[in-house]
């Protein structure tokens, strides 16, 4: 990673995995080091169950323009030592992001398109118009998104070349976060905030959308491992502090609350060891 800020070996610091929720309005801007999109799926569930911690991040690899270090080719953020480059700028309230092994991708509000950009930085392409994504991920293959137009929702889809989207499955109201693996592409929907939220599937092939979880409460965020889907519930009660966190295996089943008692938690990503939102 590039330092910046000063001269010298840098302060150092601690870092950890990390979790973004979507772009920066305005532009679409990474770090040149390494990054998480906090749907990576883990080598094993490895939740316990433990009470939730805060945690606090700071630092990096070190300020300044020590032995090695490159020159920031973008804005320098000198407290953490990171070097901020700007992909994309110009874009109409970028409100999702995915990121794979050449390409970060993103939705735009205002203008309703989906759209990517090299990790390097050049002009953006258009993958699909008229398509306002509420949430995005990516395979090998397709970029998949959520939208809806009135009361109806969709999971939609398109080659990551670009062409003509495709309806992977119809939804219920407020489909919001996605995520998808080798078999399945997996989604939350939020409902209409009186417990009639719910957790779907549907196989990358094809066919009828699966439920996972019903009678959910405003889940509004998704993540997967190897073996199980994880969201936060925003709402429990419509009291504050009473969101929870969630998982089902990823065939289905039963549903166990990770935590409870949670000030609408709003997003998650987990690791081998832990649960994050």
């Known amino acids: ?94 409100d999702s992001i995915a990121v794979d092994s050449t390409s970060v991708y993103w939705g735009t509000e205002n203008t309703n398109r989906v759209m990517k950009v090299a990790l390097g930085g ?46 992977a499955a119809t939804t219920g109201e407020r489909p919001n976060a996605i995520v998808v693996d080798s078999k399945s592409i997996y989604w939350a929907e939020g409902g209409s905030g009186h417990n009639d939220g719910a957790v779907m599937k549907v196989p990358l092939a094809g066919g009828p959308p699966i439920t996972l979880a019903s009678e959910q409460a405003e889940p509004v965020g998704i993540a997967i491992d190897s073996t199980s889907v994880f969201w936060v519930n925003g709402n429990d009660s419509g009291t504050p502090g009473s969101g929870s966190v969630m998982k089902i295996p990823l065939g289905g089943g039963a549903p166990t609350t990770l935590a409870s008692d949670q000030l609408r938690p709003q997003d998650i990503a987990v690791d081998s060891t832990s649960v994050y939102c």
């Open 122 to 167: 050049g002009t953006p392409i258009t993958l699909a118009t008229r398509e306002s994504a509420g949430s995005i991920a990516v395979d090998a293959t397709n970029a998949y998104w959520t939208t809806q137009v009135g009361l109806v929702g969709s999971v939609m889809k398109v080659p990551l070349s670009g062409g003509t989207p495709a309806t």
């Open 1 to 94: 990673m590039a330092g910046c800020g000063g001269t010298g070996a840098g302060t150092g610091g601690t870092s950890g995995a990390s979790s973004s929720g979507g772009g920066a309005r305005g532009n679409v801007a990474g770090t040149n080091g390494e990054s998480s999109t906090g749907d990576e799926p883990g080598a094993e569930d490895g939740w316990g169950g433990e009470a939730p911690q805060e945690l606090a991040g700071a630092g990096g690899a070190g300020v300044g323009d020590g032995a090695g270090a490159a020159a920031c080719a973008g804005r320098c953020d000198a407290t953490n030592g990171r070097c901020v480059v700007t992909l994309a700028w110009g874009q109409a309230f970028p």
